[in-house]
């Protein structure tokens, strides 16, 4: 079972849908922008992919995770503790 819509929250003629908006359910005819005076705004392509995170490569994660558990901020096992180690330690080069 689906709600109804809530009618427009102003008064007056009632043209178009329905939305939310921060101040208050609006027609077309009473929205933010009508009452600026402006066009309807047009749908776009929305913010980009990217914007709300900071991808890091998985091989990237894999190098924080075994650093931190290498320096005893993550718990593990004893073998993962020292495997991490061993991973983040500079190999030595012997002459």
């Known amino acids: 079972m689906t709600a109804a819509p809530r009618p427009c929250e102003a008064l007056g003629e009632h043209t178009g849908p329905v939305r939310l908006y921060p101040c208050g359910r609006r027609c077309s005819a009473h929205a933010p922008w009508a009452a600026a005076g ?3 705004p047009q749908p776009g392509p ?3 992919a990217g914007a709300w995170t ?3 490569p998985q091989s990237a994660s ?3 995770d075994a650093r931190a558990i290498a320096s005893g901020k993550r718990r593990s096992t004893p ?3 020292r495997a991490a180690q061993a ?3 500079p190999e030595r080069k012997n002459p």
Do not use: D, F, Q
Request: glycine residues 6%.
């Open 38 to 40: 402006h066009p309807e």
């Open 46 to 48: 929305g913010a980009p």
């Open 62 to 64: 894999a190098l924080i």
């Open 54 to 56: 900071t991808p890091t």
């Open 87 to 89: 991973a983040v330690r």
């Open 79 to 81: 073998t993962a503790y």
